[in-house]
């Protein structure tokens, strides 16, 4: 893997990735730490509306950013969309010094577009620069990437937001590491245009039904693309129903969330290092299956853990929350969903690259995006709502892993047998 790093066809895209990665998650955990820690009404709910708005773009816009990237060079794309992102980093900056939480969820919104747009380039422009062989290693990188960036970001973001925060640490931050991205997308060495007849259909909802249909009607592309839906449905339920977990059942203050975010988002990057060397240059769906399992029975432990536990009265630090019996199995556990969540992403999204025409391959990853943020959204919705009605963070997790045991079945049962 390491000299892919060194490559000039890979490097520029993983730094890109890098920090676009950084950016949505700093503006994304500054804003959840604002709602979580000023005590605002309702703020379970508004976290998890959080993480819907900035999905919910993916929904819309991923099949005119598959379209985009196959008519038109991919490189030349991906620096338009990143030039656009340092205006849409301003509004971030005004929103935050105003302490503006409708501006804050217009700046996600705009991340959460921009994000959607060059999802297809990301992730399509792979194979065309790398070997069949290379891709689960780069997809490994960039996933790692993706969760070391959510690391940094959200232990930034929530430095940011610490007491009230300020403007004066968010500004030079969101703004410097926009520029970093556009910087390093001028560097993506170009593509060529991989459908270049295809006129781009700025009807999204006609392209979005076009591609999903195309997607349908290939039974492997659409078997990746279910498997890859539910991690991400997972994903963004564990990661929204992280930090209420840990402030209100184990007992966290601002720096404990940030600990156990930390934690996690490091996991899943050895996960997905761990599907690359397991893999050695093959697609093992074999390796699906165990992190599909794995993901259901550590959501179950920690549901199991936490049912009987009553709300903390004082919100403790690290060290006191980690050296609690509760606060260790947790940690464990969550550890063990994003090392579980590596294991399951990687050879499952290397399949979906592998299987795709080269002149539609854009596309096909755009309608596979439009189907993750179908499934992200309508679980962000639902929890919404049950925790509206209700319903506990225990049973939420309780639920997921039940649901998830089922799916491990499915996707054991369903794999294609040549890959």
């Keep these: 893997m390491p000299p892919l790093l060194l490559s000039r066809r890979f490097a ?46 993916y929904f819309f816009l991923s099949g005119l950013g598959g379209e985009l990237a196959d ?15 340092i205006f849409v980093a301003g509004v971030a900056v005004w929103g935050y010094a105003s302490g503006s939480l409708p501006i804050l969820f217009a700046a996600l919104f705009g991340f959460g577009v921009l994000a959607s747009l060059f999802g297809p380039i ?25 969760f070391v960036a959510i690391l940094l970001g959200t232990i930034v973001g929530g430095m940011a937001a610490h007491n009230g925060g300020g403007p004066f640490a968010f500004a030079p931050l969101v703004i410097g590491f926009s520029l970093a991205c556009w910087i390093a997308a001028l560097f993506i060495p170009p593509t060529g245009e991989g459908a270049p007849q ?109 049912l009987g536990a009553a709300p903390a009265a004082t919100p403790q630090g690290p060290a006191t929350v980690f050296a609690s019996f509760l606060g260790l199995r947790a940690a464990i556990d969550f550890a063990g969903l994003a090392i579980a969540g590596g294991l399951f992403i990687v050879p499952a999204f290397a399949a979906v690259q592998a299987w795709s025409d080269a002149d539609y391959r854009a596309r096909t990853v755009a309608a596979v995006n439009v189907l993750n943020a179908a499934f992200m959204t309508g679980a962000t919705v639902t929890v919404a709502l049950l925790q509206k009605t209700g319903v506990t963070l225990p049973v939420l997790f309780l639920g ?15 794999k294609p047998k040549n890959t």
């Excluded at 422009?125 to 993706?146: F, M, W, Y």
């Excluded at 997921?400 to 369903?414: E, Q, R």
């Design 400 to 414: 997921i892993g039940a649901a998830t045991l089922l799916v491990a079945l499915a996707i054991w049962k369903t």
């Design 198 to 306: 295809l006129k781009v259909t700025f009807n999204i909802a006609a392209s979005t039904v076009a591609m999903i249909r195309h997607l349908r009607g290939d039974s492997r592309l659409w078997w990746g693309a279910m498997v890859t839906s539910w991690f991400w449905l997972v994903g963004i339920v564990v990661l929204s129903l992280l930090p209420p977990l840990i402030k209100v059942l184990i007992g966290g203050d601002e720096a404990t969330v940030t600990a156990y975010l930390a934690m996690f988002s490091i996991a899943v990057g050895v996960g997905s290092g761990l599907a690359a060397w397991l893999a050695r240059g093959r697609i093992v769906l074999g390796i699906t299956v165990v992190g599909a399992v794995l993901l259901a029975l550590f959501a179950l432990d920690l549901g199991v853990a936490t």
């Design 122 to 146: 990301k992730y399509g422009i792979l194979p065309d620069h790398l070997a069949r062989e290379q891709l689960p290693a780069g997809n490994a990188l960039v996933e790692g990437a993706t």
């Design 12 to 57: 520029p895209l993983f730094w890109c990735q890098f920090f676009a990665a950084f950016n949505d998650n700093f503006l994304k955990t500054a804003l959840v730490f604002l709602i979580l820690f000023r005590g605002h009404p309702d703020a379970e709910a508004l976290i998890t509306t959080a993480s819907a708005i900035f999905i919910a773009p």
């Design 71 to 85: 008519r038109y060079d991919k490189a030349r794309v991906a620096q338009v969309i990143k030039f656009v992102e």
